[in-house]
């Protein structure tokens, strides 16, 4: 089958495996492609090719999510996923932005949409209206270097750019994590996250479809429930963010000591465990290896490249690090003297790779300045390397703090005062200053049923850090500012000092 859809081409294997379980329903590989082919067909409408047209979709994760993702490739046309969290602002500024001419939407999302609809510059089809059988027509040949996909970043800076990525850049960026965290046939995982971000499609949904393992989809985030679906003993794999494994611990810890060890034992067995798309904090990692015998394994990637970065499968995974090269993905760190050729020297993550996207859509001067003369996309993102494995410094404009002539790392500091026994969760910031540039300020949240005295805080963090990296200013909130993939937005919580 000449095609540049490796998913579908390996779905062909093994038609008769369960693939998706989603609304309490299994769904097959056959079903799968069946499904995705009469959604190519409906697209089309008497085209050969929809020959790269954008098509946005606003659906729930799930079944019809994954074969309308495959429809849409399978017809020629670039997926452009949008996230059913976002507002209708963010909404209508991707479908504006990518120019897409088809918008498909999930029935219970018609009303909030339809501001959008009215406006009548795109062909609205409801999901259901694509899933009707009709004969079925010849499909366009897809080589590997189409577009096939656009994921908008968070836009945390200035607007959200899109990030287009080709059959060939998602091929490779699912074949180096199948790799090296071992993916096989019999592989079960739960998928918690949203689907508009590389995390939940190629890590999990696409990494588990390209193996014939089963992906399993849970809408909507809730402990209890998915500590439940732990104890069923069907799954053996787990992927997520920071704050969900926060939230699952928070579970665990207000269980009666009979239900903990019932918890702990059904996830011991799992095979392998992620945490991704936030810097881990330390006490977090420690805490979910007592309760389940397994130390998380931190990987490194960004919308732009996929996983570049991980922990291995099998060796050392060393806490607050993010490890080491994936197979086929060159890294290197890059400050104003140069190549860094030594370890414990802070540099710019650089990557060049088949991983790496194509360009910002319809944004040739951005897509050129991210990249160095010599092709090595320029992450912004400040590390070192120590011991053969690299660590996260933090983002260059948002947690690498220039205070007095210093280059703090907020990340470093936020490792330290969780820590704290009083203390639940904190960020750390720059503020702009006349004297200093910036000053470090730090964000606290408080456990519960615990006070916490600022002078007792500094106090405490002189004994563990250089006195220049203590924070001179303090708030305090009942929760960080987080996107819904769990990551606090430092920029926002910046207005709050």
Known sequence: MRTGIRLI??????????????????????????????????????????AETRVCFLVTPGFEYTALQWGIW???????????????????????????????????????????????????????ELFVKKTLASLPIIEENRR???????????????VVTTHANINFQIETLVTAWRWQPNDHIVNVLPLHHVHGIINIMSCALNVGACCQFVTKFDAGKLWNLFTMGKIN???????????LIDYWVNASAEKQSQLSDAISSFRLMVSGSAALPVPVLEKWRQISGHTLLERYGMTEIGMAISNPFEGERRPGHIGQALPGVNIRLWNED????????AGEIQ??????????????EATKQSFTNDGWFKSGDIALLSNGYYKILGRDSVDI??????????????DVIRKHPSINDCAVVGIPNDEWGEIVSACLVIAKNKKVDIEEINSWLKKQIAPYKLPRKYIFLKE?????????TKNKLKNQF
């Open 9 to 50: 081409k390996n779905a062909n294997k093994w038609p008769d495996r369960k693939a998706i379980i989603s609304n309490n329903k299994s769904y097959t590989y056959q079903n799968l492609l069946n499904s995705s082919e009469i959604v190519a067909t409906h697209l089309l409408r008497e085209k050969h090719d929809l």
């Open 74 to 128: 399978r017809a020629g046309g670039i997926a452009v996923p949008l996230c059913v969290q976002h507002p209708l602002p963010s909404l209508e500024y991707v479908i504006n932005n990518s120019r897409s001419e088809i918008l498909i939407v999930d029935e219970n999302y018609i009303e909030s949409i339809d501001p959008i609809i009215k406006q009548k510059k795109v062909i609205v089809y409801k999901t259901s």
């Open 148 to 162: 096939a996909l656009i994921l908008y970043t968070s836009g945390t800076t200035s607007q959200p750019k899109g």
């Open 237 to 247: 794999l787990f992927m997520a963010v920071p704050t969900i494994y926060f939230k």
């Open 338 to 345: 140069g190549i860094v050729e030594d370890e414990n020297i």
């Open 351 to 364: 990557i060049k790779g088949p991983n790496v996207f194509l360009e910002y859509w319809e944004k040739p």
């Open 401 to 414: 703090i220039k205070s007095g002539g210093y280059k703090i790392s907020a990340l470093e500091i936020e």
């Open 480 to 488: 960080l500012p987080r996107n819904v993939l769990g990551k606090v």
